[in-house]
Structure formats: C-alpha cells, structure tokens
T-cell receptor, first 116, second 119 residues
Framework: AQSVAQPEDQVNVAEGNPLTVKCTYS??????LFWYVQYPNRGLQFLLK??????LVKGSYGFEAEFNKSQTSFHLKKPSALVSDSALYFC??????????????FGKGTMLLVSP | EAQVTQNPRYLITVTGKKLTVTCSQN?????MSWYRQDPGLGLRQIYY???????DKGDVPEGYKVSRKEKRNFPLILESPSPNQTSLYFC??????????????????FGPGTRLTVT
C-alpha cells in the first residue's frame, strides 16, 4: 500500500528566510508526487508535481521541490518566504506500479506559518 | 473560468436527515472524487468516478452514496447522517479517468469545500 508522511505538523519561518516542508513516501513502484496548498476557507490548489525527468521541479508562487529516490523524499522548498505563503501544505503520491486505477494518497498536511 | 463548484458551502443538520451535497465541474473531466478532511488525518477519499455511470469506493465509503449520471455532476448523498460525518468535504476532478501511467500524472482540481455539521 502507498503512503505519505509529513513529519512536521507545523513549520515556522521568518519572512525572507528559506523554507522547507518535508515529505517522504512509500510506494511499490515508481511514484508520481504532488504538492497542494490550502489557504484558509479555500479548496486545495495544485502547486507542482514530479512525474519523471529532472529531480528539481519548479511550480507556482516560486515554490520548488526536489525528488530524491534513494531517500524516498519530495521536500517542498522556497528560497525566500513571504507572509502570504502561510497556509496548509499537502504532499500526495500515486503509485505507477500496476496497470489498474491508482488512488491519490495525501499526507496529513503541514501548516506553514511565516512571521513578518 | 475552469472550476469545480460545490453546494452548499456550509450545512448544519440533525442526525438521520438525508442530505445531498452537489458537485459540478466545467472542464469536461472524466474523473471526479469526493474527499473528507479531518484534523490530523489529512484528506481521505470517500468515493470516486472514472466516468459516467462508473463509480467505486475509496478509503472511507461507509455512510455515503454517490451517483454519476452526467459527466459534469457528482453528488454526494448521506442517507442517514451521523455526528461522525461532521467534517469538511471536498470534491475534485481530473482529466483522464482511466488506468495507465499517463492518466495518473494529471493533477486534481478541487472545489471550495463544504463544511458539514451533524448534531
């Protein structure tokens, strides 16, 4: 069975500093990995995804994520945090190992708080 | 504007009173899904549909029903709601509903959520 772990319930960072939100995954085959962001009272918005190719993926709002197969990780990063980045972030994975339908499994979410 | 809409956004009801949460998408997506979001548990899939008249259970289907009579609509039905179904519900849609690695690469688009309270 596939799973996602987001080890931090909350990440605190000062505006202007780099941020990292951690994600590790477990799948049988190769993963498709996704990051979503949820702002207060809003639905989830897609940020970026890793399917294949370059391990460093760039997405919306200046975010990027690095796929590391040996560490089964897909950490979300941003060089300089903004107060407006404060939100709930979800990592999600899909397994590619079988030919049938593969559900999208989400982590429990990490709250990012950026202080002025 | 491409979007997924849900109604109502907020609903307070009593135990046992049947309710329906509607979901509609205007992107001609084949795949649609319902999730519930609970603190500390993330998003869990309730039901999904890979196309019209094709639905299947997700991880937490007990107490819920769905139907997919039209491509754009995917209502969630609670026949006899109970307090443990108090939650935040999200509908999502995705291009490409079938199996296969290409279809699995697409991202999902989410509705704004429905906050349900069952007393």
């Amino acid at each position: 069975a596939q799973s996602v772990a987001q080890p931090e319930d909350q990440v605190n960072v000062a505006e202007g500093n780099p941020l990292t939100v951690k994600c590790t995954y477990s799948v049988s085959g190769n993963p498709y990995l996704f990051w979503y962001v949820q702002y207060p009272n809003r639905g989830l918005q897609f940020l970026l995804k890793y399917i294949t190719g370059d391990n460093l993926v760039k997405g919306s709002y200046g975010f990027e994520a690095e796929f590391n197969k040996s560490q089964t990780s897909f950490h979300l990063k941003k060089p300089s945090a903004l107060v407006s980045d404060s939100a709930l972030y979800f990592c999600a994975v899909r397994d590619t190992s079988n030919s049938g339908y593969s559900t999208l499994t989400f982590g429990k979410g990490t709250m990012l708080l950026v202080s002025p | 504007e491409a979007q997924v809409t849900q109604n109502p956004r907020y609903l307070i009801t009593v135990t046992g009173k049947k309710l329906t949460v509607t979901c509609s998408q205007n992107m001609n997506h084949e795949y649609m899904s319902w999730y519930r979001q609970d603190p500390g548990l993330g998003l869990r899939q309730i039901y999904y549909s890979m196309n019209v008249e094709v639905t299947d259970k997700g991880d937490v289907p007990e107490g819920y029903k769905v139907s997919r009579k039209e491509k754009r609509n995917f209502p969630l039905i609670l026949e006899s709601p109970s307090p443990n179904q108090t939650s935040l519900y999200f509908c999502a849609s995705q291009e490409g509903g079938g199996p296969g690695p290409t279809r699995r690469a697409y991202e999902q688009y989410f509705g704004p959520g429905t906050r349900l309270t069952v007393t």
